[in-house]
């Protein structure tokens, strides 16, 4: 594996020229620049090695170069760069330790650049086979084919280097053998496959395979795109709107959501039942979306499975027969109808009908039991959930006698703060979306918890009366959406001045700004960090895919 010291994901002459956060955000696998050494002199029977770049060098859009990846950075592109250059380019699907052949897709204000993999010449480090066939071209776990252990690591080196050069938090505090270090090991998780509770499946009207690239006299060329004529029904291609790549089966849901794709997709295109998938230019078309959905029974705690068809109408005849081979499968508990009139591609429907069964199913997490309604908000991977959570109460400290207010900003559905009442006094949640709201109003409900109340209310949108309707909190925990916290929020935990903040992230970039701003301030908005970063430890909740959870406890000073 390359160095970990070897890569910047913003440079510090980025923050100096206050680039705004949306551009910053493209630029987070900046690579610093490291001495080289000088190239060995050829000899009469060795071929002289290709020319070494500049470090000046700058590369055209759509030319074609031999890259080496050296790590991975955001959204899991690998950084990847030209020999004897130190410019960066990141490739998607380029994995540590490999050498590929790449086009120059688009120029990043001179910064860095994006480059398209066309070939690999030798394979990456901690190479694995994917068992999925997929993998490559489906983007859902585009890291299959790389070893777990070696995922991981990149994902601790991620948080680690954010926290350094974005966060701007010493290397040598954050990383020792002192067990007071604040950074902490990465939680693995358990089960790399079958972790999810929920998938969301695409009807498309073309089945999209992969995209070819031809070898022409030395060069690599593109190839077409290519699609089949046939009904499709599965995921995404990458970076694609309209283009769906069939999927018989994943390994990323649980086997019983796997059989229920199984009689979905060998019975839906048989022309007797005349159903046929919504076509997104055309806007014509019945079959949007499927969306499976995994909970437990809370009396047996065995597997019950939601069905949801996505359509562009309302006619229950033409589900039917599909429902009635579904619901042979054992753990299908529920089929409903969300039906979405729109042109768009968003599975939320404007009205809901329950086909078979019940119109909610239940999960279990933390020890009380949560409804999950076709378009309720939770946690995608239950298990490792279990495991963030017990981690963000061991963070939250509470005493446990009844005497503290909690604070839960961007709470959700409420879980982490139903799972903190049973030892606080009160729990308080703030969220945007009224429909979590309302759900996490019926889960306190079913829990039989008094003690929180949720409030629906934008974060990003607060004045000066936020906080006057509930007394001073002891805890805050905020798990802010992946643009982080609004500039506002700061200012008001800085002035409001909470003894203890538990951030929960799921972006570690824009993490270590906040971050950044809690501990050391705000120079340009005259605010000054009041808090000390006592531990960050990093989760993965979701194996093969960049994502990267993280628990931080802040502590005032």
Not at 136 to 164: E, F, M, N, T, W
């Amino acid at each position: 594996m390359a160095a970990a010291g070897a890569f910047c994901p913003l440079s510090g002459a980025l923050l100096r020229r206050r680039i705004p956060l949306l551009h910053r955000r493209r630029l987070l696998a900046i690579t610093a620049t490291a001495p080289e050494a000088p190239a060995p002199a050829p000899t009469p029977s060795q071929p002289p090695p290709p020319p070494l770049r500049s470090k000046g060098y700058f590369p055209k859009k759509n030319e074609i170069l031999e890259l080496t990846c050296e790590g991975l950075a955001f959204k899991g592109k690998g950084v990847c760069k030209v020999d004897g250059s130190t410019f960066v380019l990141l490739c998607d699907g380029a994995l540590p330790g490999e050498r590929l052949v790449a086009r120059v897709r688009r120029l990043r204000r001179g910064a860095f650049a994006e480059a398209a993999k066309l070939k690999t010449l030798s394979p990456h480090h901690d190479a694995v086979e994917a068992p999925c066939p997929l993998a490559a071209d489906c983007g859902g776990c585009k890291s299959q084919s790389l070893a777990y252990s070696a995922q991981i690591h990149h994902k601790y080196v991620q948080v680690r280097d954010l926290l350094v050069n974005f966060g701007k938090f010493d290397a040598r505090s954050l990383e020792s053998s002192d067990p007071g270090a604040i950074l902490k090991p990465i939680v693995p998780c358990d089960e790399i496959f079958r972790y999810r509770n929920k998938m969301e499946f695409s009807f498309g009207t073309k089945r999209w395979m992969k995209r070819e690239w031809k070898e022409e006299k030395e060069e690599v060329t593109k190839g077409e795109e290519l699609e089949t004529d046939g009904y499709s029904l599965g995921l995404h291609a990458p970076g694609f709107f309209d283009k769906v790549l069939h999927v018989e089966t994943c390994l990323l849901h649980s086997e019983p959501a796997d059989k229920v794709l199984a009689v979905v997709q060998e019975s839906w295109t048989d022309p007797a039942l005349g159903l046929t998938p919504y076509d997104v230019y055309k806007h014509v078309g019945f079959l949007k979306h499927l969306m499976i959905r995994t909970g437990r029974n809370v009396s047996t705690g065995a597997p019950e499975v939601m069905v949801n068809f996505v359509t562009s109408c309302y006619k229950p005849e033409l589900l039917m027969p599909l429902v009635d081979r579904i619901t042979k499968i054992p753990e299908v508990a529920s089929v409903v109808n969300n039906v979405n009139t729109s042109v768009g591609n968003t599975s939320v429907g404007e009205q809901e009908y329950t086909l078979y069964g019940k119109p909610t199913i239940t999960e279990m997490l933390r020890g009380l039991t949560f409804q999950i309604s076709a378009n309720s908000f939770f946690q995608t991977n239950t298990k490792q959930a279990d495991v963030l959570y017990k981690l963000i109460e061991d963070s939250a400290g509470l005493k446990g006698d009844g005497s503290e207010i909690v604070l839960d900003l961007f709470c959700g559905t409420g879980t982490i703060g139903l799972t903190l009442a049973r030892r606080a006094k009160h729990v308080y949640g703030y969220e945007v979306v009224p429909e979590a709201i309302a759900d996490a109003q019926k889960n306190a409900k079913l829990n039989g918890i008094s003690n929180a109340t949720f409030v629906q209310g934008d974060l990003n949108k607060i004045n000066e009366t936020f906080g006057k309707e509930f007394p001073k909190p002891d805890i805050i925990i905020s798990d802010p959406n992946r643009p982080g916290m609004h500039m506002k929020l700061i200012k008001w935990l800085l002035e409001v001045k909470a003894p203890r903040i538990v951030y929960v992230s799921c972006n570690p970039a824009t993490c270590a700004r906040d971050l950044d701003y809690l501990c050391h301030g705000v120079e340009e908005k005259g605010l000054s960090g009041c808090y000390e970063l006592k531990h960050v430890i990093p989760v993965d909740m979701f194996p093969h895919t960049p994502h990267i959870e993280c628990v931080c406890l802040l502590e005032l000073c």
